[in-house]
């Protein structure tokens, strides 16, 4: 099958015929085998028993997959990435601000020219300011801190995917808005861009928040912290636990020698507790010892996790 369509929806009833009969059309305009499959994310409107219209209708080409109750688009998307079957996966959004006209030119981008991930840049957007000025600044720290530096808009829906990407990386919680960088640390480098059209919204409404820019940052560093210590957590905790038990030593020794010097210089007899260097050498040296010992227990953690030697293998001949 040439490709997989995942399509995560949240009530979004009204859209799903018009989109199905879009993404139908584009199809067999170029001649593609295709199948779409919608994964509904708990809606509490029709959508599940549109798609089951849709489904009756066109049985050869619509799959459906619904969920109990509404966990997030990273767990569509990951469940509707381990049905695929396609040999490229675009996913898109339900809500019609996604063209299905640029599926096309997505497919020929890994195909052709050998992407392993080709990612939506909406330029031109219908947002709001209160929305396109912290995209703008999530996107930056995100180029910044995953190394990705051609990419503009890592949160956009439509993407393509060979294959081989989506059968390797996970999605979870949200990290939806990092794929491109969980693609980079499972080993696909070759990510790419395509400027595509952003549709204003026809239906319904947005199901996204400002939340989702504060809990954007704080998964950016987990991926970040995760890629690079995940199966090494000694090499982060044991040495800034390190710095912090020697830093904590010499204040140690400092008090001890202002101690002997008062003594030997015949002045007033002092507490140790009346310098501020003994409770900084007591935090220094609890911080180290706790952070040392964090790390000694994630090593342990790794070490008897049944994944420690799971590792991505491209190819074996």
């Known amino acids: 099958m040439d490709i997989s369509v995942i399509v995560p929806l949240y009530n979004e009833a009204e859209s799903l015929p018009e989109l199905k009969a879009w993404i139908e059309r584009v199809m ?23 798609i089951r219209g849709l489904r009756n209708q066109d049985p050869g080409h619509v799959r459906g997959i619904s969920f109990r109750r509404n966990y997030g688009k990273s767990p569509a998307l990951n469940t ?53 000025i912290p995209t703008k600044l999530f996107n930056a720290t ?43 640390l499972a080993g696909f480098h070759k990510i790419g861009e395509k400027v595509v059209q952003h549709r204003a919204r026809k239906y319904g409404k947005t199901k996204f928040g400002l939340d989702r820019f504060v ?3 704080l998964d950016l560093l987990t991926l970040w912290f ?7 957590p000694m090499h982060f905790f044991g040495l800034l636990g390190s710095l912090m038990f020697m830093l904590g030593f010499v204040a140690v020794i400092l008090v001890g020698v202002l101690k002997l010097y008062h003594m030997y210089a015949g002045h007033s ?36 996790s049944p994944k420690r030697n799971e590792y991505e293998i491209d190819e074996r001949i």
Not at 171 to 183: E, K, Q, S, T
């Open 28 to 50: 067999t305009e170029h001649g593609f085998s295709y199948e779409i499959i919608f994964v509904n994310d708990g809606s509490t409107d029709d959508s599940w028993e549109v």
């Open 80 to 132: 509707g990435f381990a049905a695929a079957t396609g040999d490229v996966v675009i996913t898109m959004d339900a809500d019609l601000q996604d063209s299905p006209d640029e599926i096309p030119e997505l497919y020929r981008m890994i195909r052709e020219e050998g992407y392993d991930l080709v990612s939506g840049y909406k330029k031109k957007r219908y947002d709001p300011l209160s929305k396109t």
């Open 142 to 184: 995100a180029r910044r801190v995953s190394g990705i530096r051609n990419l503009h808009d890592f949160n956009c829906g439509l993407k393509a995917y060979d294959a081989k990407v989506v059968k390797h990386i996970e999605v979870y919680g949200d990290m939806h808005r990092y794929i491109p960088y969980l693609a980079k």
């Open 215 to 217: 809990n954007g940052y």
């Open 226 to 232: 995760t890629g690079r210590f995940g199966k090494k």
């Open 269 to 304: 007899y002092i507490l140790v507790t009346d310098s501020p260097y003994f409770f900084l050498a007591l935090t220094l040296m609890l911080l180290g010892s706790q952070l040392f010992l964090a790390g000694f227990i994630g090593e342990l953690v790794v070490r008897n």
